[in-house]
Nanobody, 123 residues
Framework: QVQLVESGGGLVQAGGSLRLSCIAS????MGWFRQAPGEQRKFAAS????????DYADSVKGRFAISRDNAKNTVYLQMNSLKPEDTAVYYC????????????????????WGQGTQVTVSS
């Protein structure tokens, strides 16, 4: 059973930054999703096992950056220029990959999920 452990959430003012971390043992393509109150869980960012390929939701493009350190089994989500609408529970997700450069953006494409970490952005 794959365990994903997220950290780094918190309360920040609009315009501020946070960095989320997710530790996942094993070789996986990884993603970050977020779920705001009363809304469905949505894609935020994803990255291939190699780290050479990544994708972002339009709503976070240019503000968020996903990266990984495979030596530490850790994936990061650097969130800059945060807005109140970024307030959500952020979930880390993992799945097996077909090639080193594959990344996945669909909710149903992931097999393993973390417990979530709350990010609150105040105006």
């Amino acid at each position: 059973q794959v365990q994903l452990v997220e950290s780094g959430g918190g309360l920040v003012q609009a315009g501020g930054s946070l960095r989320l971390s997710c530790i996942a043992s094993g070789r996986y393509a990884m993603g970050w999703f977020r779920q705001a109150p009363g809304e469905q869980r949505k894609f935020a960012a994803s990255i291939s096992w190699s780290g050479g390929s990544a994708d972002y939701a339009d709503s976070v493009k240019g503000r968020f950056a996903i990266s990984r350190d495979n030596a530490k089994n850790t994936v990061y989500l650097q969130m800059n220029s945060l807005k109140p609408e970024d307030t959500a529970v952020y979930y880390c997700a993992a799945r097996a990959y077909s090639t080193l450069t594959d990344y996945y953006t669909g909710l149903n494409e992931y097999n393993y999920w973390g417990q979530g970490t709350q990010v609150t952005v105040s105006s």
